[in-house]
């Protein structure tokens, strides 16, 4: 599949003699394999698409399964309060049961007694008793297994490297029901009710909650499994409730990431917690409206040494994040499974890539919103099914849940990101266009095309190099050949208050004499260097060659990495870095010497990832590093490369480090941006950008975009016009293509398309200023930059399936063109009153989807009542634009009101906020006046002034306008714009203005 971009890579069969399909070519430095037309196993679990309709470009959850869906909002079906003993006989519960089974709505699992108690013991009392309803039958006799509605079976035989069969099913104490007919994907496999589990007891209060000790009796399927369990229920804030099992004898492998430690218990939750006994369960409800948010007793518990598996109900169908995938922003339940193990491809549907995020936010039917965090990383699974329910199955580790409370959409994000960590701030520059490809060749012919840029005018603040830049591919090195004049060509960009920004993979030459490489010769001696089996420097292959892959989680490692960063910054002073190929990336399967054959390399269950095999693409899964196997860190490697990295950078540079990363995994938005990867120069890589930028802001990674106009394949005019309208709205802004195709710089295409290129381009460097603030309130206070609708507009369900438009912040709507030959676009307005960015003229909605004209030369922006953002005279870097006049649009409310900010710094020093070397404004209007008010003031706002001031939506024809007791002169258009110009009012002092 990737033949033609890496020939020295091998192909063959990924996919169990699954054939590629066509036009699978991937990129050849990762070595992209096809997808296969089919994966081992599926004939046993088909899938289906959700229920969808087109309204033009937009496709929404039918309106019919939606609502249902919301309907049943899973208060714990089956489950019965009480409020005290029941006094009716026990004939009267089976009768219930009965009813129950005939209506199909019993989703309970449930072994041993026929009635189960769940008590709550939350601030000194208990909650009213509740019953599950059972089915009994000891062994899932037919009639008790069809009884289960297909939507309600959880899947006992997972495994995708065989086809079920009855005997196999029924080996594991399960039901089985075959039907070929069905392509839904309903597991023929399925757990009985009363399926074996764990049992709860020796419940005892703690500190922060309490503690349970969950014991099992029978042993599963699975080797090794461990029988008795350690549960912490710990009520952390009210707002955050921490849920953790782990084996109550041995220390097990936990992720080595930072987590906020709760030193007394919450003293108002916003949540309750119930159990059941026997078998276990915890059931978390909303206090305020008793919806459930959790429920683990739909099927049994797992926890063996290398299968650990819980289920859970989902209060709507309505799911989000889970990545790194490639799909709609949300996500289907119809048996949908989603694999987690960080993986080099390009990107495709249905398949495992770069990162790993096991975190979910779900709606609920109320509108209000949840999240889950599984700190889990380990291979896993995570099976969506129409319940709606998820499966969460994992291969080590511990279970380790957060759940956040919200109740939006926004305060879930801010909470998830206070226990993973906050992103950290990004230089201003970080924010101008970058520009790049592999294949540039030489540094004269990458210097040519900044010049061809500064001759057009085209904003540009970064220039970038693939790995051609290297001698032979290596770090640390650069071609004394054809690129000799790099570091001539990174002065010159500095001179023009540009940057220059390299690439690294992590893998180190290693078949170079002895002495002739330091960083290879110096790892040796420092033993930084991921090992194998017997100690030694496990080598695989990558582009230069035979290769060794630091061990990151090594913390003389980090140091190793500064010094060859160090020593290279002397002769190329770059200014970022790019790692690449961080999962890590493998040509050779395992090692060059092969993996050992144990339970590391072949656990008795492998989640679904691409190519079948935990070393597909990567090292062993044996091999050994610091803190652990790599079967525990793998999916860690990109964030632990990316720590080192930032941490080099600010000890070299003294200022906020620029890290661009492929490999993610949670916490990394601390250290490092994150582009989507090898993507195609397609239309539908142009729409599946838009989820992706949306579940990395929810991923706490806001600095986030994908390669414009594609990186693998050429692409035409028309898409390039279209993809730079769109990546001028990327918090991470970079055009990228590959070798061998055609250039897609912007200079390579008409005067027309140029033109509009650089229009796009200019509105985005007019509105850093609006843009910078946002990085400011992420960095702070965790807020999305990038934002679907439904965070700000989570009553309005029209919002849920919108993936093709979305916000910056709360105020800016940006609609692309996502299809070729297109002059309009079907755009979703939120009920309310929205303002052409460009016009300022209101567009009114009351909640529906409005045909938009969208010339080649026009992205459709709008701006939201009530909002003021702060703008600014662009220029062609940053730099320069920064010492230019704002200009402050104000887009009045219905009522006459608007508010906004702007933080204000010297755009590159570490910690300006933390050290109070920085300008903070707030801006406010109400019944004709806009004031400003200083929160806080540096030198730096006394370099900048406000020259211009429009507001929308100034519905009468003013006499006057005031400008700090003075008159002032004004424009008042048709369009009900009011126009204040030449004002030179010096930032750091507040001002207001009055019109009448």
């Avoid at 399964?65 to 409020?83: C, F």
């Avoid at 992420?778 to 999305?784: A, E, L, M, R």
């Avoid at 026009?858 to 006049?885: D, K, M």
Wanted: hydrophobic share 35%.
């Amino acid at each position: 599949a990737a033949a033609a971009l890496c020939p020295r890579a091998a192909l063959r069969p990924e996919l169990g003699g699954c054939s590629p399909s066509a036009g699978s070519r991937g990129r050849g430095r990762g070595r992209g394999r096809g997808r296969g037309q089919c994966r081992p196993g599926w004939s046993s679990r088909r899938r289906s698409s959700a229920s969808l309709r087109s309204y033009g470009n937009e496709f929404l959850l039918d309106p019919m399964e939606g609502e249902s869906l919301l309907e049943s909002s899973h208060t714990v079906p089956a489950i019965v309060k009480m409020n005290q003993k029941s006094t009716h006989c026990r004939c009267n519960v089976w009768v219930l049961i009965f009813i129950v089974i005939l209506l199909g709505t019993a989703s309970i699992w449930h072994s041993g007694d026929t009635v189960s108690r769940l008590t709550s013991r939350e601030a000194g009392y208990l909650e009213p008793e509740v019953r599950i309803a059972l089915l009994q039958n000891k062994h899932g006799s037919g009639d008790t297994c069809l009884s289960i509605p297909e939507q309600d079976r959880f899947d006992c035989y997972p495994e995708r490297d065989r086809v079920v069969t009855q005997k196999l099913c029924e080996q594991r104490g399960c039901c089985f029901a075959q039907d070929i007919t069905d392509s839904s994907g309903v597991p023929w496999c399925f757990y009985p009710p009363n399926f074996p589990s764990y049992i709860l007891g020796n419940r005892t209060p703690t500190e922060l909650g309490e503690a349970g000790e969950l014991t099992r009796k029978n042993k599963t399927y699975y080797p090794r499994d461990i029988l008795k369990l350690q549960l912490n229920v710990m009520f952390e804030t009210d707002h955050r409730l921490h849920i953790k099992i782990n084996d109550s004898t041995n220390p097990r492998y936990e992720v080595p990431i930072e987590v906020p430690r709760a030193s007394k218990k919450a003293t108002s939750p916003l949540y309750t917690v119930e159990y059941s006994e026997d078998p276990f369960g915890i059931v978390v409800r909303r206090r305020s409206t008793r919806t459930v948010l959790l429920n683990t007793t739909v099927a049994p518990l797992f926890f063996a040494d290398q299968f650990l598996q819980i289920s859970t109900s989902l209060p709507s169908a309505y799911l989000y994040g889970l990545g790194e995938h490639r799909a709609a922003f949300l996500h289907s339940v119809q048996w949908n499974t989603l694999t987690f193990w960080a993986r080099d491809t390009p990107p495709q549907e249905s398949i495992n890539l770069y990162g790993v995020h096991p975190f979910y936010l779900s709606l609920e039917p109320d509108g209000k919103s949840h999240g889950v965090f599984l700190l889990n990383s380990n291979a896993m699974d995570v099976a969506l099914q129409p319940t709606p329910a998820l499966t969460w199955r994992t291969i080590g580790g511990i279970l380790d849940f957060y759940i956040f409370m919200g109740p939006d959409p926004n305060s879930v994000i801010q909470q998830y990101l206070e226990v993973i960590g906050l992103p950290s701030m990004v230089s201003a520059w970080g924010l101008g266009f970058h520009l790049c490809r592999w294949g540039y060749e030489t540094s004269n012919a990458t210097w040519e095309v900044v010049k061809q840029m500064r001759k057009a005018g085209m904003p540009q603040d970064a220039q970038w190099n693939d790995i051609d830049y290297m001698t032979e591919y290596r770090d640390f090195t650069f071609d004394p050949k054809n690129f000799a004049s790099l570091p001539q060509l990174v002065a010159d960009l500095h001179s023009h208050g540009q940057q220059y920004v390299m690439i690294l993979d992590p893998g180190i030459s290693s078949s170079q004499p002895p002495g002739s490489y330091w960083p290879y010769d110096e790892g040796l001696k420092q033993e930084v260097f991921i090992t194998n089996a017997s100690g030694s420097p496990l080598i695989g292959k990558v582009w230069p060659g035979l290769t060794a892959f630091p061990d990151f989680t090594n913390p003389d490692t980090h140091q190793w990495w500064f010094e060859n960063l160090l020593q290279f910054h002397k002769a190329v002073p770059f200014d970022g870095l790019w790692i690449d190929m961080n999962e890590p990336s493998n040509f050779v399967e395992g090692s060059e010497s092969g993996c050992p054959s144990n339970e590391l390399e072949n656990p008795p269950f492998v989640p679904g990832v691409l190519g079948g095999r935990l070393r597909s693409q990567t090292i062993c899964a044996s091999a050994k590093q610091k803190v652990s196997t790599h079967y525990n860190v793998h999916s860690l490697y990109g964030l632990m490369e990316a720590k080192a990295s930032a941490s080099a950078l600010m000890k070299i540079r003294k200022k906020r480090p620029f890290v661009i990363s492929r490999s993610t995994f949670p916490s990394q938005g601390k250290y490092s941006g994150h582009w989507l990867g090898d993507n195609r120069s397609q239309w539908k890589d142009m729409y599946f950008s838009i989820p992706g930028i949306l579940n990395f802001n929810m991923f706490g990674i806001p600095l986030v975009g994908a390669d414009m106009c594609g990186f693998g394949g050429s692409t035409t005019e028309e898409m390039c016009v279209r993809w730079m309208q769109l990546g001028a709205f990327y918090p991470f802004s970079r055009n990228h293509n590959s070798q061998n195709e055609k250039a897609q710089d912007p200079t390579a295409f008409s005067e027309s398309a140029q033109a509009a290129m650089k229009r796009a381009l200019l509105t985005r460097y007019s509105l850093l200023p609006y843009l910078y603030t946002l990085f400011h309130h992420s960095h702070i206070w965790g807020k999305t930059v990038a934002r679907a609708l439904l965070f700000e507009f989570p009553e309005d369900r029209n919002t849920y399936s919108i993936d093709r438009q979305f916000l910056w912040g709360r105020s800016l709507l940006i609609t692309p063109v996502l299809e070729p030959g297109a002059s309009s676009v079907a755009a979703y307005f939120p009920r309310g009153v929205w303002y052409d960015f460009y016009t300022g003229s209101p567009l009114v909605s009351t909640g529906e989807f409005i045909k938009l004209l969208a010339p080649l030369d026009t992205i459709n922006l709008h701006l939201r009542e009530g909002e003021i953002i702060a703008t600014q005279e662009p220029a062609t870097t940053t730099w320069v634009s920064s010492g230019n006049p704002l200009h402050l649009l104000v887009a009045l409310s219905q009522n006459a009101s608007a508010k906004g900010c702007l933080f204000w710094d010297d755009g590159e020093s570490l910690d300006t906020y933390e050290r109070n070397n920085y300008t903070y404004v707030e801006f406010t209007t109400d019944k004709n006046e806009l004031t400003s008010k200083l929160l806080h003031v540096n030198v730096e706002a006394t370099y900048i002034k406000v020259d211009t001031v429009s507001v929308f939506g100034v519905k009468f024809q003013p006499s006057k306008v005031i400008v700090n007791g003075s008159p002032v002169p004004f424009s008042h258009s048709s369009n009900q714009v009011l126009i204040v110009d030449k004002l030179h009012l010096p930032l750091e002092k507040e001002f207001y203005i009055s019109w009448s």
